[in-house]
């Protein structure tokens, strides 16, 4: 366990962060003109605003268990510059970024309108396809590599960590419990069967895509820049939609066979149609948010890995809920 909430809360830690920052600064030739504010420090981030003659920019520092984000975000700005908001810097030992602020997220219009979700999981399907191509360099740059093969053997393996532990750790699942989640894995291994006879590449599943993610562009015709990557896989694309297929039933109040819902996935599933008619498409959608919960899972599991006692407690019920829905529907057909 590590107390990053009390490290990121050390005038050390600060005095380190803030003289990084200041190097950079000098660096680009851009002026600080006050003190950085520290608005929030959570168990699996921080993050740093500085007010500067260029703008307000953004420092954030991730927990160890998604250390590589910063590298992953300067290379996925490199790959696809308008629909990523990348660094100006990074220290990648560190997992440092420091980043311009974009303005407003998608997230501060005050709208349910489906048109939306529409719009992100669009933009973000032409992100996941100027990715597709560029996997190993991703997986160098530290972007963590799920292909669907694995999935069903990396969840196996994870109930030894679960079992092993003492009975009144937030982690542990007894025995029992374990079978239940054995009892899944052929629904698991049959979705990997269902995905492999579709030609859609593997490429970059956000794993936390929703409109406080992305930010609103600057002209009607430009896309979204997308940002926070710490959650992020090297799998299916389609898992993607899990996060907006669970927000939209939130936010609407509904169930899954909600119209608007069809209709998100529907403009999503629109984008990859140059690599199978859209039927095929739509039948692949279940099977790849089966896969989307492995992810969740594995990204709650890597943070927890470096949580505080507190922190444990916490989040541990989220990252097992999704170890213990693994073969329950997530869409209707």
């Not at 168990?43 to 991730?62: I, M």
């Not at 590599?145 to 969840?155: L, Y």
Request: net charge negative; aromatic share 8%; hydrophobic share 45%.
């Amino acid at each position: 366990m590590n107390d990053s909430l009390a490290v990121w809360a050390s005038p050390g830690w600060r005095d380190q962060a803030e003289q990084w920052i200041d190097a950079a600064l000098e660096a680009f030739g851009v002026r600080r003109l006050g003190p950085s504010d520290q608005p929030r420090i959570r168990f699996w981030s921080t993050q740093l605003t500085v007010p500067t003659d260029h703008g307000t920019l953004w420092f954030k520092e991730n927990n160890l268990g998604q250390l590589p984000e910063a590298s992953v975000m300067s290379l996925l700005g490199e790959l696809a510059p308008d629909h990523v908001a990348a660094p100006l810097a990074i220290e990648p030992s560190r997992g440092w970024m420091l980043t311009a602020d974009h303005g407003a997220t998608l997230g501060s219009l005050p709208s349910d309108d489906p048109a939306v979700w529409a719009r992100i999981t669009r933009d973000f399907a032409d992100l996941q396809q100027l990715a597709a191509p560029h996997g190993e360099r991703l997986a160098q740059a530290g972007l963590v590599v799920m292909n669907p093969e694995v999935a069903a053997n990396f969840v196996e393996n994870q109930l030894l960590l679960h079992t092993g532990l003492p009975a009144g750790h937030p982690l542990y699942l007894s025995a029992e419990e374990a079978d239940g989640v054995v009892r899944a894995l052929p629904a698991l291994h049959g979705a990997v069967e269902t995905l492999r006879g579709l030609p859609v590449p593997l490429s970059l599943d956000h794993n936390d895509l929703h409109a406080r993610n992305c930010f609103l562009p600057g002209a009607t015709t430009d896309p979204l820049r997308f940002f926070d990557f710490a959650d992020s896989y090297w799998a299916h694309p389609f898992s993607t939609l899990l996060v907006p297929v669970e927000q939209m039933q939130a936010q609407w109040a509904t169930t899954a066979d909600d119209p608007r819902i069809e209709a998100v996935v529907r403009a999503y599933l629109e984008r990859w149609t140059h690599y199978a008619p859209l039927p095929d498409l739509r039948a692949a959608v279940e099977p790849a948010l089966r896969l989307a919960r492995v992810h969740r899972y594995g990204s709650w599991l890597r943070l927890l890995v470096y949580a505080d006692d507190a922190s444990m407690r916490t989040y541990a019920p989220a990252a097992l809920r999704y170890l213990r829905t693994l073969s329950d529907p997530v869409l209707a057909g």
